[in-house]
């Protein structure tokens, strides 16, 4: 397995190559390491080569690697979240990258004892085994949020079809960052929405040059 400083020098690399060819500065890019799949010592290694950002998306499997690093990195929520699951890491998160109904939502609000930084999660693909708002309620269910103070939607999030072709996977990123840039232009305080949660392993670079600004990234960076 190669060590994660290298790994992350090459997707860095190709994260300033998509940028270059969108017109965008890289540092407006933030890599979240999805360490799911991997020890809590590779994770470790993660944070040793310069990663901020560590997304878990189970809750047991970000308790037990807080347990350890703590609040060293940036935590991130980016699995589904039962309700349920909300007390147990809502004081240990910054980002919750999955809100996608208002049970959650009043749950998140009543546990917390900070804004949570939130992105919703929107089902652009329209694929059944995705979780996510259908596009068309988006704006409704931010208007609603308004009435939850710890709650700040920082921005949107979706995940991709698993394919190849890669004018899918644009249509796909392209009306996330469309309904981004509605949501944005709002002007709605507790939903500035200026971000993008879109990208992993496979797609990142086609994710960045539709305008990601946090791309999830696993098996590429921190292997399985």
């Known amino acids: 397995m190669k060590d994660v400083k290298e790994n992350l020098a090459f997707i860095q690399g190709q994260i300033a190559e998509a940028c270059e060819r969108s017109s965008r500065n890289p540092e407006d890019v933030h890599i979240v390491a999805v360490t799911k799949y991997v020890s809590v010592e590779r994770a470790a290694e993660a944070l040793e080569a310069g990663i901020q950002n560590l997304g878990e998306n189970r809750d047991e499997g970000l308790l037990s690697k807080w347990e350890v690093l703590k609040d060293r990195p940036l935590w991130h929520f980016i699995g589904t979240l039962q309700s349920r699951k909300v007390r147990n890491i809502i004081d240990k998160v910054e980002y919750i990258h999955s809100l996608d109904r208002l049970s959650l939502a009043k749950e ?117």
Request: with cysteine.
């Open 108 to 224: 998140i609000n009543k546990r917390a004892s900070k804004k949570i930084k939130c992105f919703i999660q929107i089902n652009v693909s329209g694929e059944e085994s995705k979780h996510g708002l259908q596009p068309e309620d988006t704006v409704e269910f931010i208007r609603q949020l308004e009435a939850y103070e710890n709650i700040e939607v920082v921005g949107l999030m979706t995940m991709a079809p698993h394919t190849d072709d890669e004018e899918v996977l644009r249509t796909c990123f392209r009306r996330l960052r469309s309904l981004k840039e509605e949501v944005e232009g709002m002007g709605l305080k507790h939903a500035p929405c200026h971000e993008l949660s879109m990208g992993m392993s496979n797609d990142f670079k086609i994710a960045i040059e539709e305008g990601a600004t946090f791309v999830r990234i696993g098996s590429a960076l921190v292997g399985e």
